[in-house]
C-alpha cells in the first residue's frame, strides 16, 4: 500500500470525524451520529490497513449515499469490511470485528453486529472489557434474543466487571440486570460507581440519581424498592398508572412475582422501565415513573407510543423466559396517564 493511500484514508476518516462533532453539537438523530462515528473509524483504522487500500474509488458516493440513508450506507460499508476481515482469516485484529459490529448495528442488523462483536471477543487475547460490554449491550438491545442469548449477556458484562471493575458502562449494565431480577440493593453499588463516571449527562444522569435515592430510602425503611405500592409522590412525577386483574377463571398461588415493564413501541426487548412486585394481590395498581427507568432516555411521557406489559412469573425470574400469563398493550403515553392489564384474557396482546 502506497504512503498516498494511508494518507487518503487518515484523511478521509478525519473529515468524516469533524462531520462527526458537528452532529454531536447539533440535533441529529441517534443512528445518524452513530453510522458518522462508525464510517470514521471505518475510513481511519480500516481505510488506512484494508478498506480503501490503495483506491478512493467510490467513496464519495457511498458519502453522498450515507447523507440519504444512512442506514444503507453502513451496510454496504459493513459488507465491504467484513469481506476485507473474512481475507484476513485469523489475522484479523478484533477492533476490525469491533468495527464491523458498530457498522452492523447502524444498519440495523442486530443478529449482525452480535455475531461480529462475538467474533472480536474470540480473537481477543485477553478479556477486553469494551468488547465484552459491547457484544452483551448488542444481545440485550435483541428482540428476538433466546434465553441463551440473554445468559451470554450476563456471562459478558460478569466478565468485563472481573476484568476491569471499575467500568461504568459494564456498572450499567450489571445494574440493569440486576434491577430486573428484582435485586435493587445488588444494582445500588453499580449505579454508585455509574454517577461517579461521566458516563452519563444532564437528565439521564439525574434519572440515575433518583433511582440510587430511591433504592437507599426503600433500604432505610427496611422495605424492598420497586414493591409497586401506589402513592402521590409517584403520581405527581407524571408516571403512568397500571391496574393488572386477573381473567376470569384465572387463579394463581400467592407465590410468584408480577413484572411490570414499558418498552418503546417496534424498539429494542430491553425494557425503558421496570417494576417487581413480589407475592401480588389482584387487581394491583402501581406506576411507574422515569425513577423505574433501567436506562437514560426521554422522559416516558414523552414517546409517541409505548408497550406496557405485564408479566407473572412463578420462578421470580425475569430472564427464565415466560411460565406465566403475562399482557401488554400499545398506548400514546401522553394521552393515556393509566392502563388495565388483564393477565389470561385472550384478546391480550403477547408481550414481546
Same mark, same amino acid.
Given at each position: 500500500?502506497?504512503?498516498?493511500?494511508?494518507?487518503?484514508?487518515?484523511?478521509?476518516?478525519?473529515?468524516?470525524?469533524?462531520?462527526?462533532?458537528?452532529?454531536?453539537?447539533?440535533?441529529?438523530?441517534?443512528?445518524?451520529?452513530?453510522?458518522?462515528?462508525?464510517?470514521?473509524?471505518?475510513?481511519?483504522?480500516?481505510?488506512?490497513?484494508? =478498506?480503501?487500500?490503495?483506491?478512493? #474509488?467510490?467513496?464519495?458516493?457511498?458519502?453522498?449515499? =450515507?447523507?440519504?440513508?444512512? !442506514?444503507?450506507?453502513?451496510?454496504?460499508?459493513?459488507?465491504?469490511?467484513?469481506?476485507?476481515? @473474512? *481475507?484476513?482469516?485469523? *489475522?484479523?485484529?478484533?477492533?476490525?470485528?469491533?468495527?464491523?459490529?458498530?457498522?452492523?448495528?447502524?444498519?440495523?442488523?442486530?443478529?449482525?453486529? #452480535?455475531?461480529?462483536?462475538?467474533?472480536?471477543? @474470540?480473537?481477543?487475547? /485477553?478479556?477486553?472489557?469494551?468488547?465484552?460490554? !459491547?457484544?452483551?449491550?448488542?444481545?440485550?438491545?435483541?428482540?428476538?434474543?433466546?434465553?441463551?442469548?440473554?445468559?451470554?449477556?450476563?456471562?459478558?458484562?460478569?466478565?468485563?466487571?472481573?476484568?476491569?471493575?471499575?467500568?461504568?458502562?459494564?456498572?450499567?449494565?450489571?445494574?440493569?440486570?440486576?434491577?430486573?431480577?428484582?435485586?435493587?440493593?445488588?444494582?445500588?453499588?453499580?449505579?454508585? #460507581?455509574?454517577?461517579?463516571?461521566?458516563?452519563?449527562?444532564? /437528565?439521564?444522569?439525574?434519572?440515575?440519581?433518583?433511582?440510587?435515592?430511591?433504592? /437507599?430510602?426503600?433500604?432505610?425503611?427496611?422495605?424492598?424498592?420497586?414493591?409497586? @405500592?401506589?402513592?402521590?409522590?409517584? @403520581?405527581?412525577?407524571?408516571? #403512568?398508572?397500571?391496574?393488572?386483574?386477573?381473567?376470569?377463571?384465572?387463579?394463581?398461588?400467592?407465590?410468584?412475582?408480577?413484572?411490570?415493564?414499558?418498552?418503546?413501541?417496534?424498539?429494542?426487548?430491553?425494557?425503558?422501565?421496570?417494576?417487581?412486585? *413480589?407475592?401480588?394481590?389482584?387487581?394491583?395498581?402501581?406506576?411507574?415513573?422515569?425513577?423505574?427507568?433501567?436506562?437514560?432516555?426521554?422522559?416516558?411521557?414523552?414517546?409517541?407510543?409505548?408497550?406496557?406489559?405485564?408479566?407473572?412469573?412463578?420462578?421470580?425470574?425475569?430472564?427464565?423466559?415466560?411460565?406465566?400469563?403475562?399482557?401488554?398493550?400499545?398506548?400514546?403515553?401522553?394521552?393515556?396517564?393509566?392502563?388495565?392489564?388483564?393477565?389470561?384474557?385472550?384478546?391480550?396482546?403477547?408481550?414481546?
Amino acid at each position: 500500500m502506497t504512503a498516498t493511500a494511508l494518507l487518503a484514508g487518515l484523511g478521509l476518516g478525519a473529515l468524516v470525524l469533524a462531520i462527526t462533532l458537528a452532529h454531536l453539537r447539533g440535533s441529529a438523530g441517534g443512528r445518524r451520529t452513530i453510522a458518522a462515528l462508525v464510517v470514521g473509524g471505518i475510513c481511519t483504522v480500516a481505510g488506512a490497513g484494508m =478498506y480503501l487500500a490503495g483506491s478512493n #474509488i467510490g467513496t464519495a458516493e457511498r458519502l453522498a449515499l =450515507y447523507e440519504r440513508d444512512p !442506514a444503507a450506507a453502513m451496510a454496504g460499508f459493513a459488507d465491504d469490511l467484513e469481506s476485507r476481515l @473474512a *481475507d484476513s482469516g485469523d *489475522d484479523a485484529e478484533p477492533q476490525g470485528y469491533f468495527l464491523l459490529g458498530r457498522a452492523r448495528g447502524a444498519a440495523g442488523d442486530t443478529a449482525g453486529a #452480535i455475531a461480529a462483536y462475538a467474533r472480536a471477543n @474470540a480473537l481477543s487475547d /485477553e478479556a477486553d472489557p469494551d468488547l465484552l460490554v !459491547a457484544e452483551a449491550e448488542a444481545r440485550l438491545g435483541d428482540r428476538n434474543a433466546d434465553p441463551r442469548s440473554r445468559f451470554a449477556a450476563r456471562q459478558r458484562i460478569e466478565q468485563a466487571l472481573a476484568t476491569a471493575p471499575e467500568h461504568p458502562a459494564a456498572n450499567f449494565f450489571a445494574a440493569a440486570l440486576a434491577i430486573g431480577r428484582g435485586e435493587e440493593a445488588d444494582a445500588l453499588p453499580h449505579l454508585r #460507581i455509574v454517577l461517579d463516571s461521566d458516563l452519563l449527562q444532564g /437528565e439521564a444522569r439525574e434519572g440515575v440519581r433518583r433511582r440510587v435515592a430511591q433504592i /437507599e430510602a426503600s433500604l432505610d425503611d427496611g422495605a424492598p424498592a420497586g414493591t409497586g @405500592a401506589d402513592s402521590a409522590a409517584a @403520581a405527581e412525577q407524571g408516571g #403512568i398508572a397500571v391496574t393488572v386483574t386477573l381473567a376470569d377463571g384465572v387463579s394463581l398461588p400467592d407465590t410468584g412475582t408480577l413484572f411490570l415493564f414499558v418498552r418503546e413501541a417496534d424498539g429494542p426487548p430491553m425494557p425503558l422501565a421496570a417494576k417487581r412486585i *413480589d407475592a401480588p394481590r389482584f387487581p394491583v395498581a402501581a406506576h411507574i415513573t422515569d425513577a423505574d427507568r433501567l436506562r437514560p432516555g426521554a422522559d416516558l411521557r414523552t414517546y409517541d407510543q409505548l408497550l406496557i406489559g405485564a408479566r407473572w412469573s412463578a420462578s421470580g425470574d425475569a430472564l427464565a423466559g415466560r411460565d406465566g400469563p403475562e399482557a401488554s398493550v400499545r398506548v400514546a403515553p401522553g394521552e393515556n396517564a393509566a392502563v388495565s392489564l388483564t393477565l389470561g384474557s385472550r384478546d391480550a396482546e403477547p408481550g414481546k
